[in-house]
């Protein structure tokens, strides 16, 4: 029975944390290191972001001829409205890239693979994790169209045309997204319903899913290396005197010692509560001091009303899909009177392929099980090598698409005076 008030407060904490973490946890899935806690950072955000667009939508109208308005109130006039927009805004960008980040690290530290304890399946909680990041895109992509202003309108505009070059079911997925062929006050509401209700709950869905995994699966990949290691060392111990259980006295004979490699554990690892709680809020602090500063600091963009009849030159989709924009200009050429047109290839088979290769790797990648949540393992080089590649090119083009490319999508220097100054954030 807790006796003060801090004693009843931990029993709270501490029952919470021992439901979602095992009671012990090793010292190297503790270590800043092992995962760079970009999952726990993840979680972090998508809490930001919940909370303070709980705020925003106190003030936000869902109407084509109200969005616009009741977001400029709220960048101008309504009190801490600048810097909770800011946070949220900044937030949304920041867990698109501590989303792929944490794939990053997951990947090149082989944390997917089959091999674990006895029970465990590693490639369901990468799918979990491959839908999650779906999900995250297409969570900053809802949230993209709300503001109404020209930066939103023709981001979504360029975004749901490249949806559109889909085989057979392309017209039909933009049809369903926008409520019509064009965006406008049934694209809004749509947009704003999975926005605020269907891709939240379902986020919060595969996370807890995905939580539940990792404990299923035997704790995080880099500890399984550190229980082989325990057990080839309890093997080569000598006996020694240890804690002893006699059944109360009930049975005859001898007690039976414990020395097992869980008595050694206890000197590989630590218990979860407070150790794992106290890197968790640290994490979390972290993230939001992050959030709050740097939405503080840089205003979230607010251009003119959303005009159809007006369309910016280059109509740029938001930055993370810019890779994208920037393969289908590449892949768009003419061929005597023929234009080719990339949209297909650079906008849905590309896309279509990269999301089919990841969620088959667990079962192409035949490194052995010694590789499991290991950075940068031998066995793993050249899958490493040809990853970060691609991963480098997607970021240069990501680059390019953002800050290069003027009207027609034509190169253009960023210090140019005549470069439209695009800003992302
Ligand atoms: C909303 C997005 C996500 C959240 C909140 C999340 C959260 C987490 C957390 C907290 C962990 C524990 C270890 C760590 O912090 O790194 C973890 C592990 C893991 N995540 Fe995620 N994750 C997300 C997306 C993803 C994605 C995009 C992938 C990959 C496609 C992925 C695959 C995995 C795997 C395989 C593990 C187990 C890793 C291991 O055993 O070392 N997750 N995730």
Same mark, same amino acid.
């Given at each position: ?80 409205? =600048? #810097?909770?927009?800011?946070?949220? !805004?900044?937030?949304?960008? +920041?867990? %698109?890239?501590?989303? $792929?980040?944490?794939? /990053? ?102 996370? =807890? #899913?995905?939580?539940?995994?990792? !404990?299923?699966?035997?704790? +995080?990949? %880099?500890?399984?290396? $550190?229980?082989?290691? /325990? ?195």
């Amino acid at each position: 029975m807790p006796r003060t008030p801090r004693e009843a407060s931990e029993a709270v904490v501490q029952n919470f944390a021992l439901h979602a973490f095992p009671a012990r946890i090793t010292k190297r899935a503790l270590s800043w290191l092992a995962t760079g806690w970009l999952g726990t950072a993840s979680m972090h955000l998508f809490v930001i972001l919940t909370v303070t667009g709980l705020v925003l939508m106190f003030l936000y109208v869902p109407s084509v001829d109200r969005a616009y308005d009741s977001v400029k109130d709220l960048q101008y006039v309504v009190a801490f409205g =600048s #810097w909770i927009r800011g946070t949220h !805004r900044i937030a949304a960008h +920041l867990m %698109v890239v501590a989303v $792929v980040l944490h794939l /990053v690290r997951v990947f090149l530290t082989g944390a997917y693979k089959r091999e674990g304890p006895p029970g465990s399946f590693r490639p369901m909680n990468w799918w979990l994790g491959l839908a999650l990041l779906l999900l995250t895109f297409g969570l900053s992509f809802t949230g993209y169209l709300l503001p109404w202003d020209q930066l939103a309108y023709w981001a979504v505009t360029v975004g749901t045309q490249i949806a559109a070059a889909a085989p057979l079911i392309g017209e039909d997925l933009r049809g369903l997204l926008l409520g019509g062929t064009t965006v406008g006050q049934s694209a809004l509401i749509r947009f704003y319903v999975l926005h605020c209700f269907v891709l939240p709950m379902a986020t919060i869905f595969l996370v =807890s #899913w995905h939580f539940w995994r990792i !404990r299923k699966d035997g704790g +995080l990949a %880099v500890a399984d290396r $550190v229980g082989d290691a /325990v057990k080839a060392r309890a093997k080569a111990l000598p006996p020694k005197p240890g804690k002893t259980y006699t059944l109360m006295g009930s049975t005859e004979g001898g007690t039976v010692q414990v020395e097992t490699p869980v008595a050694l554990m206890e000197e590989e690892s630590e218990s979860s509560v407070p150790h794992v709680v106290r890197r968790g809020f640290v994490v979390f602090l972290v993230t939001f001091a992050l959030c709050s500063l740097l939405g503080l600091l840089l205003h979230a963009p607010l251009e003119e009303a959303a005009n159809p009849a007006v369309t910016p030159n280059p109509a740029k989709a938001p930055w993370y899909f810019l890779w994208l924009q920037e393969l289908v200009s590449i892949l768009t050429f003419r061929i005597g009177d023929t234009v080719i047109d990339g949209t297909l290839i650079g906008g849905i088979l590309l896309p279509g392929l990269i999301v089919t290769v990841l969620a088959a790797w667990p079962f192409l990648d035949r490194s052995p099980a010694a590789a499991a949540g290991v950075w940068f393992h031998r066995t793993r080089r050249r899958q490493n090598v040809i990853f970060l590649v691609l991963l480098l090119a997607a970021v240069v083009l990501t680059i390019i698409g953002t800050f290069f490319r003027g009207p027609y999508w034509g190169w253009v220097w960023p210090w140019d005076p005549s470069s439209p100054v695009h800003t992302f954030f």
